[in-house]
Structure formats: structure tokens, C-alpha cells
């Protein structure tokens, strides 16, 4: 009973650099999440999807992108890594958008 | 004017004590609300979620829920040491998006 699966759990990343987080999900879920919580802060949303092939932009989307080719995938895309991007990043999956949510245990970024 | 306003705290209670915490919320068309628990280092963990006002039971938590006051709070009864921890509100407004507060930090001292 995996829920949502993220890898990597920690990156260091040069300024510049470009990395896609991955997060799946084996709960068949429609909506997913990609939020960013920085030290001492509630979670940010980045981008999110309500399906196969749509996404959307969230709060705080600049610096990022993302795809959703399948339901079950939800890939986060970092191009040019700025120290403001450093944060910890959460994938969640929710079946309706509505009710509850399901994190994946995170990724630690750093970027230096 | 943030989505979603929390007290930061840090929020100390002794053990045995009823914790309180308050969440207030802009968004007159949310519809569902939801409080998490995040210990340090890990993902947020669903302790209770409401839709309608009034009261929610689940155990030793209570949430309350007053729609016409925006307001959401979570009671802790017979707080344990296990219960330190931080605790975010999220509301789901009527666009498939989830607001999180900042957070308070609740201690529980043994």
C-alpha cells in the first residue's frame, strides 16, 4: 500500500542547475498537488492537476513546471535553480479535489 | 489579506490539558476544512476534516466549524507529549485548491 511515492528524499543542486522531482501515485487519485513549505511556513501550492493531461497554476508557480501524461504521474520540473527554490517539497493526491488529501513523505532541496 | 490565518503560537499546555487551536479563513465559499499534524522532518498527517458547522468528534479531537464567522478550531483533550507537534489548518475553496495556514506550534508538557 505505497499512497504517494516521491523521489528523490534529499538533492543538493548547484545555481542553475535543472531536476525534475518525481511523485506517483497507486490510488487511481484524479487531483494531484505539488506544494513547497519553507521553514517555519504552511505549504504552498505550486501547480496542480485534476487530470490526465490538465494542469494548472497555483500560488506560487514561477521557476517551476509540471506534466501529467498518466494518472498516476506528476512530475515536478526545475529549470535554472535559484537559493530561493530551496524548500521542501510535497506531492499530494486527493480522489475529488474535495475531501481529503494524501502526501508523499517529501523532498529536502538545496540549492547552493 | 492571507487565505487562511493561524496563531503561530508556540501554544504550551501541560499534560492531561485541553489544547486549543483557531484557524480563521477568507474565502465565504469554501466548503471543506481539514486539520493536519506535521511533526518535524515529516509530511502532514490528517487528523480531522469537516464540512458542516457545528461540532466533529473523532477520539480525544474536536473540530468546530462556524461558517458565518470563517472560523475553524481543533480541541485536544487529555493532550499527551505525543501531541507536540505543529498543526495546519487547510480550507478547500470552490476551485479544486487547498489553502494552508502557517501553522502553531503546539508543546505538551509532561
Known amino acids: 500500500n505505497a499512497g504517494v511515492t516521491q523521489t528523490p528524499k534529499f538533492r543538493i543542486l548547484k545555481i542553475g542547475q535543472s ?19 519553507d521553514p517555519g511556513m504552511g505549504l504552498k501550492l505550486i501547480y496542480y492537476s485534476v487530470g490526465a493531461g490538465i494542469t494548472d497554476k497555483g500560488e506560487v508557480p514561477n521557476g517551476y513546471n509540471v506534466s501529467r501524461s498518466t494518472t498516476e504521474d506528476f512530475p515536478l520540473r ?3 535553480a535559484a537559493p530561493s527554490q530551496t524548500s521542501v517539497y510535497f506531492c499530494a493526491s486527493s480522489y475529488d479535489g474535495y475531501r481529503t488529501q494524501h502526501f508523499g513523505d517529501g523532498t529536502r532541496l538545496s540549492i547552493l | 489579506q492571507k487565505e487562511v490565518e493561524q496563531n503561530s503560537g508556540p501554544l504550551s499546555v501541560p499534560e492531561g490539558a485541553i489544547a486549543s487551536l483557531n484557524c480563521t479563513y477568507s474565502d465565504r465559499g469554501s466548503q471543506s476544512f481539514f486539520w493536519y499534524r506535521q511533526y518535524s522532518g515529516k509530511s502532514p498527517e490528517l487528523i480531522m476534516f469537516i464540512y458542516s458547522n457545528g461540532d466533529k468528534e473523532d477520539g480525544r479531537f474536536t473540530a468546530q466549524l462556524n461558517k458565518a464567522s470563517q472560523y475553524v478550531s481543533l480541541l485536544i ?8 507537534a505543529t498543526y495546519l489548518c487547510a480550507v478547500n475553496n470552490s476551485g479544486n485548491q487547498f489553502y494552508f495556514g502557517t501553522g502553531t506550534s503546539l508543546t505538551v508538557i509532561p
Open chain 2, 77 to 84: 483533550r487529555d493532550s499527551q507529549p505525543s501531541d507536540s
Open chain 1, 19 to 37: 531536476m525534475t522531482l518525481q511523485c506517483t501515485q497507486d490510488m487511481n487519485h484524479n487531483y494531484m498537488y505539488w506544494y513547497r513549505q
Open chain 1, 78 to 80: 526545475l529549470e535554472l
